[in-house]
């Protein structure tokens, strides 16, 4: 992003993962003695809000995240392979999760290539200190995954526009400052997309009520956001009316990581077939371990086999000569793969524990203290949020084999 | 665990050239030409297979090959399985891996020139059809200078056309290689088996009163570690094949899909057909990075050195996850065709017939992740 700064050396970026990873184990958080979400989708309690916020902003001040993003709006103005280095160290060390995503991954990046000097000023360094928490308005009730049917209504009138309509899945709604909002300017437009509009919407008025939504864990985390009459600053719009379904497909860009704009940190915690084996080791079944019994190991492979495919895949994506049967194949697949491989691996974990797995979270003889029961519940968020495991089959279906609609 | 996957310029050279020779030497009108045919390949296509050097690449140069990693055949593999083309280039390959690992000085100078050059060669390592068997019932015993076996192997690959076998057998107690060059068989010494697979040829070999001289025992300290090897590496040969076999039917039941119409809409239109085509494509990417990621180890290692356990590791991986993707395509494809399915005349059936015989190969789905199982969760515990 900042090209103007020499590439460093490899000298250098060693020097720097070794001093990011010392960082990293010096300052760790101990177990707070609750767990802890696993993804931005499970903040569902104070608690865990202001846990997550102060670690934030420890790895902010510690200049370990935001790291592409000029010095003026609280980044460091480096090459963005340092913040791709501090990422990795943070998945391999195990720290939590940079939980502000929507500010960091969607709307940061969004600011930073669009939004004007003062937009920048306003916003950029509030998202990477976790002062100012951010959610996204796009999915409503009756719409799923189909964006461009968005009707929540912005009307404008005078120096405001005025929000009516409801969104849902709100993460954090309740918490947040600001929505990235997609609202209908114009219901006339002749195509769909064209009526839509963006903006970046305080969260703190009159007429917007966004109210928790039970989870199927018992848990909060999502909100449904009702907009009544509510009123919004007109300079709130993000580009002109009519941009907004370009301007949303442009945030859904960055959300690849540092290289591709977002400032960066762990968006969820990696939980990896490991993990799962750690946690049956001491499961014992026909009074043997089992680990031991055959029908369990033959399980655990095939989905070890899977995970190694897949982090496989990864590299081969990136090897022209070995993608190009299907060249769109490994890319388009990787929501679809990875979000049902989690949780195949996740009800595994569950299943496989025998008596254990009736328990949950909150019973002192749970497993992993119930993480697996709970994380299996939350990953259904992957295979439904943004475009559900069948959406996306559709899609792989027709954009990279060619299949008709 | 390692995690590496690369691929050369060379390599992909070689991935291209093999696609296109083999698209162009077995259209699918020259595979059913073939099937009912004595060998199953076209000896032209082999000599021209020759000609490129295939049988060569992982060969030393000091014996006359290319001096290539194991790796190397890997795309070859592939592309022919694509285009279901058989030929002797895979046991003729896995005998000159058996002289190479366990031959001594003379067996490789003699004989790894010749298999280079295109003298078809192939392996003899099973009784019956169990891949997971510690002993062999061939036995071997001493007679002066020579060698006489007893017993008989079962799914020998292409020995109507080779020069030499590479016998599994039992020696003093112990396993051992020995080399039986085709003219020391009796007259009636090889029977072909019934092929599922068409496209395939294998046979019995009777090795009744068969005498070999004795230099013809491969000097292997590690017997059995060469024959887990050999196991190793020709389950990565037909898991492979097997990675090319899907994509080609993976395309037949695209192709399919997109110009069948039934109800008044294409097929390919319902979820109900549309979603496990993608379950095919998701499959076969998983088996296409894994036998490149062993391709990769492969191509790290010296030649003829004993596999690491990393490489075993990933071949195990390579051969269940292919065959296992292959089993499901063929599988699919065949149902997905309907009434035309049922025929003998729809390409769905000889990539159902080789998934089939491609997942016994070298040990099945089951086999390999049973192994696994030992070297992933024993290890850890």
Redesign the interface.
């Known amino acids: 992003m900042n090209s103007a700064v020499d590439a460093p050396s490899q000298s250098e970026l060693d020097d720097f993962r070794a001093q990011v990873s010392a960082w990293l184990k010096d300052n760790k958080p101990a177990d707070p003695g609750f767990l802890l979400p696993q993804t931005f989708m499970e903040v569902g309690s104070d608690q865990q809000l202001d846990f997550l916020r102060e670690w934030q902003h420890k790895l902010w001040s510690a200049g370990y995240l935001g790291m592409a993003w000029p010095k003026e709006y609280g980044g460091q103005g480096v090459p963005a392979i340092y913040q791709v280095i501090a990422d990795a160290e943070m998945r391999r060390v195990g720290v939590p999760i940079a939980f502000n995503v929507i500010g960091l991954g969607w709307a940061g990046p969004l600011i930073l290539h669009r939004g004007s000097d003062e937009e920048k000023q306003k916003y950029l360094k509030n998202i990477l200190s976790a002062e100012d928490i951010w959610c996204q308005g796009f999915s409503e009730p009756d719409h799923g995954s189909d964006l461009g049917n968005v009707q929540t209504r912005a009307v404008r009138d005078g120096d405001d526009y005025v929000i009516n309509g409801t969104k849902i899945w709100t993460t954090m709604g309740n918490y947040a400052k600001y929505m990235i909002l997609l609202a209908r300017t114009n219901p006339e437009a002749e195509r769909k997309y064209d009526g839509l509009s963006f903006f970046l919407s305080p969260m703190q008025v009159d007429g917007v009520d966004p109210r928790p939504i039970q989870k199927l864990t018992g848990e909060y985390g999502f909100t449904e956001t009702f907009f009544t009459d509510a009123r919004i600053p007109a300079s709130c719009l993000m580009g002109e009316e009519g941009e907004g379904w370009k301007i949303a497909m442009q945030t859904l860009q960055y959300e690849r990581g540092a290289e591709a704009g977002a400032a960066g940190g762990l968006m969820q915690v990696r939980v990896v077939i490991?993990d799962v084996?750690e946690c049956l080791?001491g499961v014992t079944r026909d009074g043997k371990?089992l680990?031991e019994d055959?029908v369990i190991?033959?399980e655990?492979?095939?989905l070890?086999?899977?995970e190694?495919?897949?982090?496989?895949?990864g590299?081969?994506a990136g090897?022209p000569?070995?993608t190009s049967?299907?060249p769109f194949?490994?890319n388009l697949?990787g929501k679809?793969?990875s979000s049902e491989y989690a949780r195949r691996m996740r009800k595994f974990a569950v299943a496989a524990q025998g008596g254990h797995g009736g328990l949950y979270v909150g019973d002192d003889d749970a497993l992993d203290a119930g993480f697996w029961q709970r994380a299996y519940l939350n990953n259904f968020s992957t295979t439904i949020g943004g475009g559900t495991s069948?959406i996306q089959?559709?899609i792989?279906?027709?954009h990279?084999?060619?299949?008709?609609? | 665990m390692s995690n590496i996957l690369s691929f050369t310029d060379e390599q992909a050279m070689i991935l291209d050239s093999a696609r296109e020779f083999c698209r162009e030497k077995s259209p699918v009108s020259a595979v059913r030409e073939l099937l009912s045919s004595e060998t199953a390949f076209s000896r032209q296509t082999w000599d021209e297979m020759v000609a490129l050097g295939w049988p060569s690449l992982a060969i030393p140069e000091a014996y006359g090959g290319a001096g290539l990693g194991f790796g190397s055949i890997v795309p070859i593999a592939e592309s022919m399985g694509r285009a279901l083309l058989s030929t002797p280039l895979f046991s003729t390959t896995l005998a000159a891996q058996a002289i190479l690992r366990a031959g001594q000085n003379a067996h490789k100078e003699y004989w790894l020139p010749q298999l280079a050059a295109g003298t078809a060669a192939t392996v003899a390592l099973l009784d019956g059809g169990d891949w997971g068997a510690t002993s062999t019932s061939c036995a071997a015993a001493r007679d002066g200078d020579s060698i006489t076996l007893s017993g008989e192997k079962w799914f020998v690959a292409d020995a109507g056309v080779a020069a030499a076998f590479v016998v599994w057998c039992e020696l003093d107690g112990g396993s051992a290689l020995v080399l039986v060059e085709s003219d020391m068989l009796a007259a009636d010494a090889i029977q072909p088996h019934a092929m599922l697979d068409e496209t395939k040829r294998a046979a019995k070999l009777n090795l009744e009163g068969v005498t070999v001289p004795a230099a013809n025992l491969l000097d292997a300290a590690n017997a059995d570690g060469v024959l887990r090897d050999l196991q190793l590496l020709g389950a990565l040969l037909v898991a492979a094949e097997a990675t090319g076999s899907t994509g080609a039917c993976l395309d037949t039941v695209v192709d399919y899909l997109k110009t069948r119409k039934q109800f008044g809409k294409l097929i390919g239109s319902y979820q109900a057909l549309k979603h496990p085509t993608v379950d095919i494509l998701c499959d076969l990417d998983a088996a296409r990075s894994l036998i490149y990621h062993a391709a990769t180890l492969l191509d790290a290692a010296e030649a003829g050195a004993e596999l690491d356990q990393d490489t075993e590791i990933a071949c195990r991986m390579a051969k269940a996850q292919a065959v296992e993707a292959l089993t499901f395509a063929g599988d699919r494809a065949v149902q997905f065709h309907g009434g035309m399915g049922f025929t003998y005349e729809c390409d769905a059936q000889l990539y159902i017939r080789r998934a089939q015989y491609s997942q016994q190969q070298f040990g099945d789905a089951w086999h390999h992740r049973k192994r696994l199982a030992g070297l992933l969760l024993d290890s850890a515990a």
């Open positions: 490991d084996i080791k371990p680990l055959p190991r033959d655990l492979v095939k070890m086999i899977e190694k495919a897949h982090s496989l895949s590299r081969r090897i000569a070995l049967d299907y194949s490994l697949s679809l793969r069948q089959a559709n792989v279906g027709e990279v084999l060619g299949l008709p609609k």
